[in-house]
T-cell receptor, first 111, second 112 residues
Framework: QQQVKQSPQSLIVQKGGISIINCAYE??????FPWYQQFPGKGPALLIA?????SEKKEGRFTISFNKSAKQFSLHIMDSQPGDSATYFC??????????FGTGTRLLVSP | EAGVVQSPRYKIIEKKQPVAFWCNPI?????LYWYLQNLGQGPELLIR????????DSQLPKDRFSAERLKGVDSTLKIQPAELGDSAVYLC??????????FGPGTRLTVL
């Protein structure tokens, strides 16, 4: 029940395209859903996060869509750029503290 | 604002040897976390400190792993003795109360 399932494992998108990464969770006590971006040799960096009281949050080219009834949330990267090539992790927690991470999606944006 | 500092960045040791990792959190952050990240996987929490107190160490393999956070600032994670399966990246993160976590660059451990 603590797992967060993430898909796809890897993704190749052309420059300017939309990248979509999906996550699903079971624990209905989760109330914080962040997405992290990780470049090789670096630690994860918070990209965007959402609480379950809203269905969508947008920050620049990054949007989280949240479906509470389905217990699913997704990250959309609009106008994907080569600099977005990284590994993306979804996570979930009760409060901010005990984050449970997905297995990651390796995104490659081709020029 | 300086980020979370970790050292060393890389460590190669032979199995059965001890190893220690050091973390300096962001100034003013009272919560400190140690995570384990295996290749191709997401980080997994090992231990969480609130100031000097370890409030969640349920995932820490206590037979060989230990951690301390003296004076509620810097922290050290130790493995003794190291095993081949301990090869991974060890991440430190910090946060202020009820806020997002900021991660350090990690220490990549290779056990031969």
């Amino acid at each position: 029940q603590q797992q967060v399932k993430q898909s796809p494992q890897s993704l190749i998108v052309q420059k300017g395209g939309i990248s979509i990464i999906n996550c699903a969770y079971e624990n209905t006590a989760f109330d914080y859903f962040p997405w992290y971006q990780q470049f090789p040799g670096k630690g994860p960096a918070l990209l965007i996060a959402i609480r379950p009281d809203v269905s969508e949050k947008k920050e620049g080219r990054f949007t989280i869509s949240f479906n509470k009834s389905a217990k699913q949330f997704s990250l959309h990267i609009m106008d994907s750029q080569p600099g977005d090539s990284a590994t993306y992790f979804c996570a979930a927690s009760t409060g901010f503290q005990k984050l449970v991470f997905g297995t990651g999606t390796r995104l490659l944006v081709s020029p | 604002e300086a980020g979370v500092v970790q050292s060393p960045r890389y460590k190669i040791i032979e199995k059965k040897q001890p190893v220690a990792f050091w973390c300096n959190p962001i100034s003013g952050h009272n919560t400190l976390y140690w995570y384990l990240q295996n290749l191709g996987q997401g980080p997994e929490l090992l231990i969480r400190y609130e100031n000097e107190e370890a409030v969640d160490d349920s995932q820490l393999p206590k037979d060989r792993f230990s951690a301390e956070r003296l004076k509620g600032v810097d922290s050290t994670l130790k493995i003794q003795p190291a095993e081949l399966g301990d090869s991974a990246v060890y991440l430190c993160a910090s946060s202020s109360a009820g806020a997002e976590q900021f991660f350090g660059p990690g220490t990549r451990l290779t056990v031969l």
